[in-house]
C-alpha cells in the first residue's frame, strides 16, 4: 500500500486550506470537505444547530444572535414590539447588505407560530435564514438572492404562548392561543381551572373510567389507543376528558383555562366578531402582537411576497378565508398563485395546493387575508405536517380515526409517544386511568422527520421569494429628431412570475404606481409605449419625466419613450418600485 493511502486518513477533518478535496470559504478559514458535505447541507457550519428538535424562546434569541454575529453582512435581528407578557417579537433580517439598500429590495415575509402549540413553524422560519446564511458564499443560486431580495422571518409571533407549551403541562391542543387572560366560565376569576398534570411528566394526556355503560375499549393490538365500539357491542371504559381537577368547585373541569381567543381571527380584513367568529376579540388589532406585525408591513412596503406556517394537515393554502372575499381575487392573480402553488405541490410530497373557504373552513379576520387583501402581497400559509409523511402513502381516515400514529410509534419510536395508561385516584372521579398521546406527538414532527419538512418549506419559500419581481432596463436608445430635440426610448423587463402589484393592488390603489423617471435631462413630453409596431403611445402630461406605470406584468416588459432638449448625455434612467426595487442606469451604459 503507497505511503499517502496511509497518510491521508489522519489528515480528514482538519481545516487545511490547500487539502486538494476541500473547498475554503468563509467559515473563518474553514474547508468544506467534499465527501463530508451532504449536499444541500454545509458540512461545517458557522452556527451549528440541530433541527430535529424544537426551540423555547431564550435558545431563538440565542440563535438570531449568533446568526447575526457570524454573518454581519447577511443578518441583522430586530425586536419589532413586545407581547402582551413583554417579551420580544424577534424579526431576522437576511440580505447581502453590500449589495444595494435592503429597504428597496423585494421583500419576503415569513412567520411561524402564531398558534403556539404549532411549535415546527418556528423550527422551519429559522432554518431558513441559516441555510440562507451558510449557503451563501457555496451556492450561487442563493449568493445572487440575497444581493436581489431581502428576507423578513420571524420565527414566532406568540412567544408567550410558546415558552408555556414548552415548559408547562399541555394537551398538543392547548397553549394555542396568547396568554391574556379572560373569565371564561363567568364566575368572577380569571383563569382559576386551568389543566392539571396529575402524575407531573409535563403531558397533559386523556382520563378513562372503567364503566358498565361505556363506549370505547381499549384496541387489543394497540393498548394505548382507545376505540369506539360497534352498535351493539359492550364498551369497557368512558372518556373523562383531559387530565384535571374541578379546581373552583363548579362541577366542571378544564373550563377556565388562559388564552380562549384566536391571535389569527384578529386582523384587520373582514374581521367578525366573536358571535360570528369564534375566537375574535373586540375589535381588529386588539393583540399587541397582531399590531406589532401589521405596523412591520406597513413600514415595510418593498414585501413582495408572504408565508405563514401552521399545523395540521400538509397543505398549501391560499386565500380567501371568506367566500364573499373571492371576488377580490381576480383571473391574473390566481394565475400567480397556482404556478407556485402547484409546484409546491411538487416540492412538497403529501401536501396539497388548496382554498381556505372552499376546501378547508371559513375564516374571517384571518392573517392570510389580511396580507393578501390590505396590503396586496402574494401570501401562503402552510399546515405542515401529515400522516402522509409517516409511511409516504396516504391515510385511509381522519387523524382521529386513523391507526397510522399507533403504527409509526410502534414501529419507529419504539413507544416513545405515548403515555402508558396508569392507575390514579383522582378526588372528584375516583379511581381512573390516564394516559395518550404525549403533547408534541400528531401536530408537531417527530425529530428525524423535522428537518426534512424544514428543509422542503424553506425551499418553497425560496422559490416564491426568487419569483418576486426582478426588474432590469433591457435596453436604452437616444434618436436625434432634429431641432436639438432627441427622443429615449428604454424597455424595463419583469423576469419573474410575480408582478410589480397584484391585480387587486392596481384595481383599489393600496400601493403607488411604479415610476420610471428620467433626471439630467429637459424632459418635453413623456410618454408610455403601449404598441411600438403601431407607434401606439400615452402621453403623461403631469411630471412628464417621471412615468407612472400601473403595473409590471410577471415575465412582462413595459416600454417608455421622452422626448427632450439638447443631447442627453449625463441623463439617467431610474426605474423605482416599491415592491419591485430600485435600480438606476446611464443612458451612455452598455
Known amino acids: 500500500m503507497k505511503l499517502h493511502r496511509l497518510i491521508l486518513p489522519l489528515f480528514i477533518g482538519f481545516t487545511l486550506p490547500f487539502m486538494i478535496f476541500g473547498q475554503t470559504d468563509d467559515r473563518k478559514g474553514a474547508v468544506e470537505i467534499a465527501g463530508l458535505r451532504a449536499i444541500g447541507s454545509p458540512s461545517n457550519p458557522k452556527v451549528p444547530m440541530n433541527w430535529s428538535r424544537y426551540h423555547d424562546n431564550k435558545q431563538i434569541e440565542q440563535f438570531c444572535k449568533d446568526l447575526q454575529n457570524a454573518y454581519p453582512n447577511l443578518v441583522r435581528y430586530e425586536s419589532i414590539g413586545k407581547s402582551y407578557e413583554g417579551r420580544d417579537m424577534l424579526v431576522l433580517t437576511v440580505?447581502?447588505?453590500?449589495?444595494?439598500?435592503?429597504?428597496?429590495?423585494?421583500?419576503?415575509?415569513?412567520?411561524?407560530?402564531?398558534?403556539?402549540?404549532?411549535?415546527?413553524?418556528s423550527e422551519i422560519a429559522m432554518y431558513t435564514a441559516w441555510y440562507l446564511a451558510e449557503n451563501f458564499s457555496s451556492v450561487a443560486f442563493i449568493q445572487e438572492l440575497l444581493q436581489d431580495k431581502v428576507f423578513y422571518i420571524a420565527p414566532t409571533i406568540n412567544p408567550d404562548s410558546r415558552d408555556y407549551f414548552i415548559h408547562e403541562p399541555n394537551t398538543m391542543h392547548s397553549s394555542r392561543t396568547g396568554r391574556r387572560p379572560f373569565d371564561n366560565d363567568g364566575d368572577g376569576a380569571i383563569a382559576e381551572d386551568l389543566y392539571d398534570d396529575l402524575d407531573g411528566d409535563g403531558h397533559i394526556v386523556m382520563m378513562r373510567r372503567k364503566s358498565k355503560t361505556g363506549r370505547y375499549k381499549a384496541d387489543p393490538e394497540n393498548p394505548n389507543r382507545m376505540l369506539i365500539v360497534k352498535p351493539g357491542e359492550v364498551g369497557e371504559y368512558e372518556m373523562l376528558g383531559f387530565e384535571g381537577i374541578d379546581n373552583d368547585g363548579d362541577g366542571l373541569v378544564n373550563e377556565d383555562i388562559t388564552g380562549t381567543y384566536d391571535p389569527n381571527r384578529d386582523w384587520g380584513w373582514n374581521w367578525q366578531p366573536n358571535y360570528v367568529q369564534n375566537g375574535a376579540l373586540y375589535y381588529p388589532g386588539t393583540l399587541p402582537e397582531t399590531k406589532?406585525?401589521?405596523?412591520?408591513?406597513?413600514?415595510h412596503k418593498n414585501i413582495a411576497g408572504a408565508q405563514s406556517y401552521h399545523n395540521y394537515g400538509g397543505m398549501i393554502l391560499r386565500g380567501p378565508g371568506a367566500a364573499q372575499d373571492e371576488k377580490y381575487y381576480s383571473r391574473k392573480d390566481v394565475q400567480v398563485y397556482d404556478a407556485l402553488g402547484k409546484t409546491g405541490e411538487r416540492m412538497l410530497p403529501g401536501y396539497n395546493y388548496i382554498v381556505i373557504h372552499k376546501d378547508l373552513y371559513t375564516v374571517f379576520g384571518g392573517e392570510i387575508d389580511f396580507i393578501t387583501l390590505a396590503r396586496g402581497v402574494f401570501t401562503f400559509s402552510?399546515?405542515?405536517?401529515?400522516?402522509?409523511?409517516?409511511?409516504?402513502?396516504?391515510?385511509?381516515?381522519?387523524?382521529?380515526?386513523?391507526?397510522?400514529y399507533y403504527e409509526f410509534d410502534k414501529l419507529l419510536l419504539f413507544g416513545d409517544a405515548y403515555v402508558p395508561w396508569k392507575e390514579y385516584d383522582h378526588p372528584q372521579f375516583g379511581k381512573i386511568e390516564i394516559g395518550g398521546a404525549k403533547k408534541n406527538y400528531t401536530r408537531n414532527h417527530p425529530g428525524f422527520l423535522l428537518l426534512e419538512d424544514a428543509h422542503r418549506n424553506a425551499a418553497f419559500t425560496i422559490y416564491h421569494a426568487h419569483h418576486t419581481p426582478k426588474l432590469e432596463v433591457l435596453d436604452t436608445e437616444v434618436k436625434p429628431l432634429g431641432g436639438n430635440l432627441y427622443e429615449v426610448n428604454a424597455t424595463v423587463w419583469n423576469g419573474r412570475i410575480i408582478p410589480t402589484h397584484s391585480d387587486h393592488d392596481v384595481k383599489y390603489k393600496i400601493e403607488r404606481p411604479d415610476h420610471i423617471r428620467l433626471e439630467g435631462a429637459e424632459v418635453i413630453t413623456g410618454l408610455q409605449v403601449l404598441d411600438r409596431d403601431f407607434n401606439v403611445t400615452s402621453e403623461q402630461k403631469y411630471k412628464p419625466h417621471q412615468i407612472e406605470i400601473p403595473n409590471i406584468e410577471g415575465m412582462s416588459e413595459v416600454r417608455v419613450r421622452w422626448i427632450v432638449k439638447g443631447k442627453p448625455?449625463?441623463?439617467?434612467?431610474?426605474?423605482?418600485?416599491?415592491k419591485g426595487g430600485l435600480l438606476e442606469k446611464l443612458l451612455t451604459e452598455k
Do not use: C
Open 382 to 404: 402552510n399546515e405542515l405536517m401529515t400522516t402522509y409523511k409517516l409511511f409516504n402513502e396516504k391515510a385511509g381516515q381522519g387523524l382521529r380515526q386513523s391507526d397510522e
Open 95 to 121: 440580505s447581502d447588505f453590500s449589495k444595494g439598500k435592503t429597504d428597496r429590495k423585494p421583500g419576503m415575509w415569513i412567520d411561524g407560530n402564531i398558534h403556539a402549540n404549532e411549535l415546527q413553524g
Open 569 to 578: 448625455d449625463k441623463a439617467k434612467l431610474i426605474v423605482d418600485s416599491e
Open 292 to 299: 406589532a406585525v401589521k405596523q412591520f408591513f406597513y413600514s
